[in-house]
T-cell receptor, first 111, second 114 residues
Framework: DAKTTQPNSMESNEEEPVHLPCNHS???????IHWYRQLPSQGPEYVIH???SNVNNRMASLAIAEDRKSSTLILHRATLRDAAVYYC????????????FGQGTELSVKP | DGGITQSPKYLFRKEGQNVTLSCEQN?????MYWYRQDPGQGLRLIYY???????QKGDIAEGYSVSREKKESFPLTVTSAQKNPTAFYLC?????????????FGSGTRLTVV
């Protein structure tokens, strides 16, 4: 299974943009890049996913490098409610839908 | 509103007892999953089911059992054979198991062995 590498922790100031990086140098051509976040004592929440093109939704944007070996989750204006652990996960068609979680990035947001 | 309901939120078990964690979804999703999370760790897959009356072992299935008799329900039994059952258990579902679909997670059950 292709792996992802994320920084253990990041800090941001409230109302500033946040760029959360993810490296996935062994990604295959059919792997989708998914992002989830988890608040303390809650289940993970789907954020966004993409294959090759950049993606935008109401929660965030996903910027995918041209060679697909890295991606960046962008929160345009961080709020205190965005403080969570963010997981970058690769999903392939032969995994039966399994999500393989790494350690993620713990994002703290300062007022 | 559609979603996944896990119950109970907190569960205490005596050593040697079997306990069953409930997971119900009204999203009409085909695939359902059980994960376990230990403090400070990521999630690990226990069992998953892509269709009714069928399920597969995940990475840490020993000491657990499941059933999928209805599309909406995927209960997890933690048996006495599970040596370290204290953990946060999360159920999830997905419309289809393909890589272009996202999960919906429940709010979890925190199991403690006393």
């Amino acid at each position: 299974d292709a792996k992802t590498t994320q920084p253990n922790s990041m800090e941001s100031n409230e109302e500033e943009p946040v760029h959360l990086p993810c490296n996935h140098s062994t990604i295959s051509g059919t792997d989708y890049i998914h992002w989830y976040r988890q608040l303390p004592s809650q289940g993970p929440e789907y954020v966004i996913h993409g294959l090759t093109s950049n993606v935008n939704n109401r929660m965030a944007s996903l910027a995918i490098a041209e060679d697909r070996k890295s991606s960046t989750l962008i929160l345009h204006r961080a709020t205190l409610r965005d403080a969570a652990v963010y997981y970058c996960i690769l999903r392939s068609s032969n995994q039966g839908g399994k999500l393989i979680f790494g350690q993620g990035t713990e994002l703290s947001v300062k007022p | 509103d559609g979603g996944i309901t896990q119950s109970p939120k907190y569960l205490f078990r005596k050593e040697g007892q079997n306990v069953t964690l409930s997971c119900e979804q009204n999203l009409n999703h085909d695939a359902m999953y059980w994960y376990r999370q230990d403090p400070g760790q990521g999630l690990r897959l226990i069992y998953y089911s892509q269709i009714v009356n069928d399920f597969q072992k995940g990475d840490i299935a020993e000491g657990y059992s499941v059933s999928r008799e209805k599309k909406e329900s995927f209960p997890l039994t933690v048996t006495s054979a599970q040596k370290n059952p204290t953990a946060f258990y999360l159920c999830a579902s997905m419309l289809y198991s393909g890589p272009n679909y996202g999960y919906t997670f429940g709010s979890g059950t925190r199991l403690t062995v006393v």
